[in-house]
């Protein structure tokens, strides 16, 4: 996949304590895959210190918040970086940004809807598809695991599901 869209690596939550630090929602690598840029968002951001915050989050200290009243303003900001600036992905590795709002069509030819979310309760990754058109009873949405059995390919344009993952 050739894509040039930025890849979001967290969102501020919130602020933390009264210093102006930020607690982040973080996607991907965690701390350590975030530590490794020093600004975000084009350079509209600056990352001065990071830590885990334990819970799977991260608190971090950026050079333009500081008091909490500025970091109060940064909730719901995402935190991008180039393309460019990340590792090659790996056979079968993805991110999040290149899958989501992407057509979803069955192994049979049938357009099931698109990618509205990714989460991973743990085990796996799941792709949440927005049913299309939109049924006027039962689920708006379903779930897939990414697993090869359920999602069996991808790439700029769409998503490749076998057809007994999307029956309703």
Do not use: C, Q
């Not at 180039?82 to 993805?94: A, C, K, Q, V, Y």
């Not at 192994?107 to 299309?132: C, K, P, Q, S, Y």
């Not at 039962?138 to 007994?164: H, Q, Y």
């Amino acid at each position: 996949m050739t894509n040039s869209k930025p890849v979001t690596l967290a969102a501020i939550a919130g602020a933390h304590g009264v210093a102006g630090e930020v607690r982040l929602k973080l996607f991907g690598e965690g701390v350590a895959g975030l530590s490794r840029h020093k600004t975000f968002n084009d350079g509209a951001l600056t990352l001065l210190k990071i830590r885990d915050d334990g819970k799977g989050g991260a608190v971090a200290r950026l050079a333009e918040a500081t008091s909490r009243a500025d970091a109060e303003k940064l909730r719901g900001t995402v935190l991008t970086v180039s393309r460019d600036t990340l590792p090659p992905l790996g056979p079968g590795e993805f991110y999040h940004a290149d899958l989501l709002g992407l057509t979803v069509v069955t192994d049979t030819g049938d357009t099931v809807g698109a990618v509205l979310a990714i989460e991973n309760f743990g085990a796996t990754d799941i792709i949440e598809i927005t049913r299309a058109p939109v049924p006027e009873k039962g689920p708006k949405t379903f779930m897939v695991p990414m697993i090869p059995a359920a999602v069996l390919e991808w790439n700029d344009n769409r998503l490749v599901i076998a057809a007994a993952f999307a029956e309703e």
